[in-house]
């Protein structure tokens, strides 16, 4: 079964990696809302008098510490991730807007 020429698999296919995109795009989204939101609270801390210099920066020396594990981590998905499909980055735009 046909339809535009695109085969049942291929249509599965393309709907699968839209979906990806959107999902990644949602998620994406998300992550920048949480580090918008931990960074007033930090700022908050700070004019509070909560938080001092010398603390922040242990904090962001363990944080640091942290993102490198997690960054080589999430350089083994990045090969599987297909950023290259038209399908992904249609739905990848779709969930950073409408997230």
Known sequence: ??????????IISIIGLFVLGLLVGILIRRLIGVALVLLAIVILAIAL??????TLVTLLH???YAMSVAY????QFIGAIPYSSLAFI???IIGLIKG
Not at 49 to 54: A, D, N, Q, V
Not at 72 to 75: N, V
């Open 62 to 64: 363990y944080a640091g």
């Open 49 to 54: 008098g909560y938080l001092s210099p010398s």
């Open 90 to 92: 249609i739905g990848l």
């Open 1 to 10: 079964m046909e339809v535009f020429g695109l085969t049942l698999t291929q």
């Open 72 to 75: 080589a981590k999430a350089q």
